[in-house]
């Protein structure tokens, strides 16, 4: 039977928490205050600690130094109970290694949600062990493939971050794995059963939906267009994880409902009434550094103050040395696995691979030897087509003269999508328009 240790001076509150833990499968001991804490600690090792911020002598995160460590290489999961989370007391939390934050009155959906996840012994470690052991050996971790030293880094905050609840911040370049560094997060996590649920910021809205609706979601009539009642992506993630991809483009009063949410957790759609629990894990993705996208304007401050603790920098592939290889080798092994086919990369496209710098990172690549694989035999010696032009990496447009604008249009922007993996804001970028420009006229092409 999992054993919880409850700090809390309340004693109403305690004899409360501690017969809710109890009708959930737990042994329960209880502290009123930090030394009844300490003592309690030398009698056992509990499997989650449920601790209040403010007790009578000290600060709950006290206590925190004086926790054993769970073998093997684990921490007990402490889960702190607050009146008033600040963004200080979050930040000085993740420093400490919380597990999570319960704001008061404690919802008790919410901690049910959370003690549902509770790590029975060696749960979960030992897959971290497994993956650290054996294949980080074979450059793989999790759908994750490389085995550079920056790519090692990225493993390191994986592994710390994924048992946790916090919430995570992933940066880096276009195409360089946010998504799959969010979803090895959620494999790893205690909620890997639950959904993962991604929502693009950066995507066409379907009839330019509310940014609003299509988080916390709507109800009939809530708005013109309304017709039915429909749930938003926090509800969609219930019980599982919520990857909010380019979050720059979001606007900042949605990202202060977004952290509205994250602190309270519920959520009230737009047009109604009722607060609905929202027990989601949200990790965020951004394509800027952080501290440049607050100066620009288009990142909350407090959010990203928030995530300081727990954000992991995604390396471009520039930067990764031989990875490019394994990558490269990856992609070819999963298309002969999909062809029943065995051809084969030759030291030529490997030098070729070596030499370019991947703007489009790892999308790009993927997408280029896609290309390559099926214009080659039985070896891929280059990425050139066999007319004589790149692939999709170097990709190049021909046109005759006389061929309408609008057609010319279609071309150059469905060429440059296909240059850096469809990646939108990359292809605005490169085409000299925005982002939004850029959409719309997609929004048109798939119109016509």
């Avoid at 993630?237 to 720059?248: I, Q, R």
Wanted: net charge negative; hydrophobic share 40%.
């Amino acid at each position: 039977m999992p054993h919880a240790l409850i700090v809390e001076d309340d004693p109403n509150s305690l004899s409360g928490l501690a017969a809710i833990l109890q009708a959930d499968g737990f042994s329960v001991d209880v502290a009123a205050t930090l030394a009844d804490a300490r003592e309690a600690l030398t009698r056992f090792i509990p499997d989650v600690v449920l601790i209040d911020l403010n007790l009578p002598d000290g600060k709950g995160l006290d206590l925190l130094q004086h926790l054993p460590s769970q073998p093997p290489d684990g921490n007990v999961p402490v889960i702190v109970m607050t009146g008033n989370a600040t963004v200080e007391s979050a930040i000085e939390g993740l420093r400490h290694g919380i597990w999570d934050y319960l704001l008061k009155p404690v919802s008790i959906p919410r901690l049910r949600s959370l003690l549902a996840r509770i790590p029975r012994p060696y749960e979960l470690t030992e897959e971290v062990q497994a993956l650290r052991s054996v294949l980080r050996e074979l450059g793989r971790f999790g759908p994750m493939v490389g085995r550079s030293e920056p790519m090692q880094r990225v493993y390191d905050g994986i592994e710390r971050l994924a048992p946790t609840e916090s919430a995570v911040l992933v940066h880096g370049e276009t195409g360089a794995g946010k998504h799959t560094v969010a979803h090895t997060i959620h494999e790893m996590s205690r909620r890997r059963k639950g959904p993962f649920v991604r929502f693009d910021c950066a995507a066409p809205r379907d009839n330019n939906r509310p940014f609003e609706s299509m988080l916390f979601g709507h109800e009939r009539a809530a708005f013109a267009g309304a017709d039915i009642r429909m749930p938003g992506v926090l509800e969609e993630a219930a019980g599982g994880t919520l990857f909010v991809d380019n979050v720059t483009t979001l606007p900042l009063d949605q990202q202060i409902a977004l952290v509205g949410a994250l602190e309270g957790r519920t959520l009230k759609r737009v047009g109604g009434t009722q607060d609905t629990v929202a027990d989601f894990r949200l990790i965020i993705g951004t394509e800027r550094v952080p501290a440049q996208a607050v100066g620009e304007g288009t990142l909350l401050e407090e959010l990203s103050q928030r995530l300081a603790g727990t954000t992991i920098s995604l390396p471009p592939l520039r930067d990764r040395g031989a990875d490019v290889e394994l990558l490269a080798q990856h992609c070819v092994d999963e298309c002969n696995a999909e062809t029943g086919m065995q051809k084969r990369l030759s030291q030529s496209v490997l030098r070729e691979l070596q030499g370019y710098d991947w703007p489009g990172n790892v999308r790009e690549l993927r997408t280029a030897l896609r290309h390559a694989y099926r214009s080659a035999d039985e070896t891929i010696d280059t990425l050139r087509s066999v007319d004589g032009g790149r692939g999709t990496a170097f990709s190049s447009v021909q046109v005759t003269v006389g061929t309408p604008l609008a057609t010319v249009e279609e071309l150059l922007i469905r060429a440059t999508l296909d240059a850096v993996g469809g990646t939108r804001h990359r292809a605005a970028s490169m085409l000299g328009i925005s982002p939004k420009t850029l959409y719309n006229k997609l929004q048109r092409m798939k119109m016509n």
